[in-house]
């Protein structure tokens, strides 16, 4: 079945540093991937998605995400993190045969010190 | 416009009683899934919609978990005798179709005492 993995379950960095957070999946076919947040109190937000295509993809409040096929990765960057980016993050793949619902993984949750 | 909505953002039951947790998706959407949030967890699928019909029902822990939507809007998602092991956060998403993006209430958090 297709899973995914987020290996970090905490992280913290500093405000204004980089920011990378890992996802692995396991799918034997090209999934399709999406990376969201959800804040305290907040529902949870779309910040990217790859079904195919160009293996870079941006998204919203300047994150993007790659796609690397030989390591079965799709992990999410930013180059400078905001304290307004403390929140959890979630991967999530497409089941098989489901309308495109979600497995999501156990999220990665950030934390942003000044 | 409005999102989804779910109603109530909080229920506190007792174990063995019956529950039922409302979903209202955004206007015109035709996809309407439901997920469960444990602590500490990411989502679970739970079942998915397609119009009025659960076009996919496998992630439903038993048969003490129902879902209807009868007339391919709105959503109610049914536990009978509730156990505390019940205890998470629902979500509702809604799409306007397959593939196109998810768009998720903030949640019903049910807590069986």
């Known amino acids: 079945a297709q899973s995914v993995t987020q290996p970090d379950i905490h992280i913290t960095v500093s405000e204004g540093a980089s920011l990378e957070l890992r996802c692995n999946y396991s799918y034997g076919a090209t999934p399709y991937l999406f990376w969201y947040v959800q804040s305290p109190g907040q529902g949870l937000q779309l910040l990217l998605k790859?079904?195919?295509?160009?293996?870079l993809v941006q998204g919203i409040k300047g994150f993007e995400a790659e796609f690397k096929r030989s390591q079965s990765s799709f992990n999410l960057r930013k180059p400078s993190v905001h304290w307004s980016d403390a929140a959890e993050y979630f991967c999530?793949?497409?089941?098989?045969?489901?309308?495109?619902?979600?497995?999501f993984g156990k999220g990665t949750s950030l934390l942003v010190t000044p | 416009g409005a999102g989804v909505s779910q109603t109530p953002s909080n229920k506190v039951t007792e174990k063995g009683k019956y529950v039922e947790l409302r979903c209202d998706p955004i206007s015109g959407h035709t996809a309407l899934y439901w997920y469960r949030q444990s602590l500490g967890q990411g989502p679970e699928f739970l079942i998915y919609f397609q119009g009025t019909g659960a076009a996919d029902d496998s992630g439903l822990p038993n048969d003490r978990f129902f879902a209807v939507r009868p007339e391919g809007s709105v959503s109610t998602l049914k536990i009978q005798r509730t156990e505390r092991g019940d205890s998470a956060v629902y979500l509702c998403a809604s799409s306007p179709g397959t593939g196109a993006e998810q768009y998720f209430g903030p949640g019903t958090r049910l807590t069986v005492t």
């Open positions: 790859y079904f195919s295509g160009d293996t």
């Open positions: 999530a793949v497409v089941r098989a045969y489901s309308g495109y619902a979600l497995n």
